[in-house]
């Protein structure tokens, strides 16, 4: 059987990457609406309700006219843009949180986590269930990260040399410093947490690939867990899954002369976690892809899961 889809949102940097990895499913129907009429409300109306699935890839305002467009009790939506991620009537799309799965096989609703949210989520969420982690900890995190997060203009502006040049986008910058990111109200509602923690995120002159570090302190834990403790949970929680992998414990031999790595998972559906630690003093770092784990490759995992398939068909692991 094939599945008709339709991407809205299709020449933007995510809807892009969703079309390559659907081009290698025979399974699949792409549909494809003329650009010249991708903001005509009656053409994208056919194409929204004529779709098995739809991938919204649009600002959030965008996303709710499209949203409002959809008639019909057939079309199930996977929705990239921040706008429903704590919307109770929509499935977060992480399937490697426990009973998610089953959750996201069966609806017709479902929100792919934000890039900084993916690796901050799955960090945290399985210490706070294990009692590592008290939910009321004062969690503090920071992440750096490709610019290819900020879309078709922060692409522009970093590859257009005299335009980055003018403006010093030669070195990292912090961002997000009013601490309203975005993705903020999500990090909090799935990670378990009361309280959103103190996020900075950092945009750095490199393409893809994304770094979410979370650093705690042994003796403010419930049971002063050491950092080994903190290494042995997140292996069991994630010990069956294919595309989240904890690597061996305090991993020196994973960096290069003492420096870590953003980018080995670019290009994959992949998620690695470090942890290391000294004394009292616990990291944790998660990398993987801001355009993989962290948006277009989650989107076709979420996919996968509500048609039926693999759910590593067409991914890299």
């Avoid at 939506?77 to 429903?84: C, E, G, L, P, R």
């Avoid at 009321?136 to 078709?152: E, H, I, K, N, Q």
């Avoid at 997140?234 to 790595?261: I, K, N, T």
């Amino acid at each position: 059987m094939q599945y008709k889809v339709f991407v809205d949102g299709q020449e933007g940097t995510t809807g892009l990457k969703i079309f390559e990895y659907l081009s290698k499913l025979s399974d699949i129907e792409i549909l494809r609406i003329d650009s010249d009429k991708r903001k005509d409300t009656e053409e994208r109306s056919k194409f929204l309700n004529g779709a098995d699935i739809v991938f919204l890839c649009l600002p959030d305002s965008a996303a709710k006219e499209s949203i409002a467009l959809v008639k019909n009790e057939k079309t199930r939506i996977i929705n990239a843009s921040t706008v429903f991620r704590t919307d109770k009537n929509w499935v977060y799309g992480l399937p490697e949180l426990k009973n998610q799965r089953d959750l996201i096989r069966g609806a017709s609703r479902v929100s792919v986590p934000g890039c900084h949210a993916t690796g901050f989520i799955l960090t945290v969420r399985p210490l706070i269930e294990a009692g590592i982690l008290q939910n009321d900890y004062p969690v503090t995190c920071y992440s750096v990260t490709g610019y290819s997060g900020a879309g078709r203009s922060g692409i522009e502006e970093y590859e257009n040399s005299s335009l980055a040049a003018a403006k010093k986008l030669n070195v990292p910058r912090h961002y997000a410093l009013q601490l309203n990111h975005k993705h903020l109200p999500e990090m909090k509602m799935y990670s378990g947490l009361l309280y959103e923690p103190l996020f900075t995120p950092v945009k750095a002159n490199y393409a893809q690939g994304i770094a979410m570090s979370v650093p705690l302190i042994s003796r403010n834990l419930p049971k002063k867990s050491s950092a080994k403790d903190v290494h042995e949970v997140l292996s069991a929680y994630f010990e069956s899954e294919r595309f989240v992998r904890v690597m061996p414990y305090d991993s020196g031999d994973y960096l290069d002369d003492g420096h870590f790595m953003i980018s080995e998972c670019n290009n994959t559906n992949r998620l690695d976690i470090f942890v290391f630690g000294q004394n009292d003093k616990i990291t944790i770092i998660s990398r993987y892809d801001n355009l993989g784990k962290g948006a277009s490759g989650a989107a076709i995992q979420n996919m996968n899961l509500m048609l039926g398939f693999d759910e590593g068909n067409s991914l890299a692991g």
